[in-house]
């Protein structure tokens, strides 16, 4: 499936609606260059989970984790940006992942991609001008 999205706005929107569909377990790719709105989309669906803090790129730390309106679920989002080499946060996300207490949303895990569980959802974020992005998903309906 694809979508368009045409602002910052509607992309956070789009992760809305992504998020008030998710029970926990789910673990999702995101995939697309610097700039292209992963975290933005990140916030959207930490707002349609009810996280109540505002969701920050994990670019330097890592990892963060959120607690959703849900007191038995959280969300975990990780960014392996600027790792070659994973170390033990291989290890941490392979214990994340199946954890059916988390929602697990994935920046840039080509360095991971073997501790994601088949049928992960997948999302392709294509910038198509300086504000619309054309996301590409798969293993989820909007």
């Known amino acids: 499936m694809e ?11 789009l992760g809305q609606a992504i998020g008030k569909q998710l029970r926990g377990g789910e673990v999702i790719e995101l995939i697309g260059d610097v700039g292209a709105g992963k975290t933005t989309l990140t916030k959207g669906i930490a707002i349609g989970l009810g996280v109540d803090e505002d969701v920050q790129s994990p670019s330097f730390t890592i990892s963060r984790t959120y607690q959703t309106a849900r007191l038995d679920l959280l969300l975990a989002h990780y960014d392996f940006y600027r790792l070659h080499d994973p170390g033990i946060m291989a290890s941490e996300l392979d214990e994340v992942v199946n954890d059916k207490g988390v929602v697990t949303v994935v920046e840039w895990a080509e360095i991971v991609n073997d501790v994601l569980p088949d049928g992960h ?11 619309a992005r054309r996301v590409v998903i798969e293993g989820i309906e909007v």
């Open 3 to 13: 979508k368009e999205v045409t602002s910052e706005s509607a992309m956070r929107a």
């Open 121 to 131: 959802v997948r999302m392709i974020i294509i910038p198509t001008s300086e504000t």
